[in-house]
């Protein structure tokens, strides 16, 4: 089978994890890597081979890539990803893809180009994919509302050092654009296009450091299940994520692969549903799903099969957060 060819741009924490997947898939070939800081990129080259390149333009002069991964901050992804198919390579972004509705017209342009996939990676853990199941299934029956929390820990050096976290310009957002995106995802997976939302947003913790969000709380409407939403950077940990579906014949509690069943008749199960091998370097609150994601992505890349984190797959999630915002903002 002939190899894909595959770039990874922007060479910090994620893009380790999706070399790793890429190394360890026998069908594609990293071809090069680029990062503004040389070195990072001369690194990743020399462990996992390939050329490396202090920008995608130099890259992509150079190279012939099939996909290019990008792993570099937010306001980067549209402007890359619109680079990259115009010259007619697949797209696998982080998230978020876009960091305005203005992007999100931009990005939404590509769909009929390339093949464009988000990295969701959550909507492939073991566990959403039961209750997903279960929920088609019928058992649990209507879903009544939800709730999802997610309450993380994080420290100044996380954004000043980063040198584009905690920036509108650059982050175009905190912990809803950044952390909690995810489990936005999620409610989205399980509810289906919120119909409206309201929603505040403050900063607790790091005021006077950072100018995005730490804390943000929304109601959603989902056209008539309402979901509470509570993300914040401002705990003392990383406590699992906790998303509850009450449903007509029972309550269904998600805490990251911990899965709760309460039933109406009383009776509860537990189930464990831990996503098969962890990537190595990856930390545990990105969750370990990125291997089915990148891996599924190459499938659909081969097969020409629609892809489902694709352009339209991301719409109602994307839709949401930027509406989240301007509710948020006022
Ligand atoms: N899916 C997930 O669970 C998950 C987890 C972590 C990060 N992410 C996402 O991955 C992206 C990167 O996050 P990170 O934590 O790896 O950040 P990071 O700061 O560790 O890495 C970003 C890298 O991009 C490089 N870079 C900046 N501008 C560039 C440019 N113009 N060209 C090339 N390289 C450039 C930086 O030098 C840096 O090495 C973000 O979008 C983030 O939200 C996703």
């Known amino acids: 089978m002939e190899k894909i060819k595959s770039a990874v741009i922007g060479c910090g924490g994620i893009a380790q994890v999706h070399a790793q997947v890429l190394d360890a898939m026998e069908d594609v070939e990293i071809a090069a890597f680029a990062d503004i800081l040389p070195q990072r990129a001369q690194r990743m080259a020399e462990k996992y081979g390939g050329r490396a390149y202090e920008s995608l333009e130099a890259l992509l002069g150079a190279e012939s890539p099939q996909v290019v991964h990008l792993c570099t901050p937010h306001y980067l992804h549209t402007p890359m990803a619109k680079l990259c198919a115009g010259r007619g390579i697949h797209v696998f972004t982080e998230k978020p893809p876009v960091i305005s509705w203005d992007q999100w017209e931009e990005f939404k342009a590509l769909k009929d180009q390339v093949r464009v996939g988000v990295c969701f990676q959550n909507r492939y853990n073991p566990s959403v994919k039961f209750l997903r199941q279960l929920l088609d299934g019928g058992k649990p029956g209507k879903v009544l509302g939800a709730r999802a929390f997610v309450t993380w820990h994080r420290e100044a050096p996380y954004y000043t050092e980063s040198g584009w976290r905690g920036s509108l310009g650059t982050e175009g957002g905190g912990v809803l654009i950044n952390q909690s995106i995810h489990t936005l995802d999620l409610l989205v997976q399980f509810l289906g296009k919120a119909a409206e939302v309201k929603a505040s947003m403050g900063n607790h913790h790091l005021a006077g450091t950072i100018e995005v969000e730490d804390t943000l709380e929304a109601y959603i409407d989902f056209g008539g299940p309402k979901a509470l939403f509570y ?45 098969d091998g962890p990537v190595e370097g990856g930390k545990s609150y990105w969750g370990h799903s990125h291997r089915l994601c990148i891996r599924d992505f190459y499938r659909c890349v081969r097969e020409g099969a629609a892809f489902p984190n694709d352009i339209p797959g991301v719409e109602d999630t994307i839709g949401l957060m930027l509406q989240i915002y301007d509710r948020a903002r006022g």
């Open 231 to 275: 993300a914040s950077t401002a705990y003392c940990t990383d406590s699992p994520v906790l998303v509850e579906l009450a449903c007509e014949n029972g309550t269904l509690r998600m805490e990251e692969e911990e899965v709760i069943l309460f039933w109406r008749d009383g009776s509860v199960e537990r189930r464990s549903l831990p996503v």
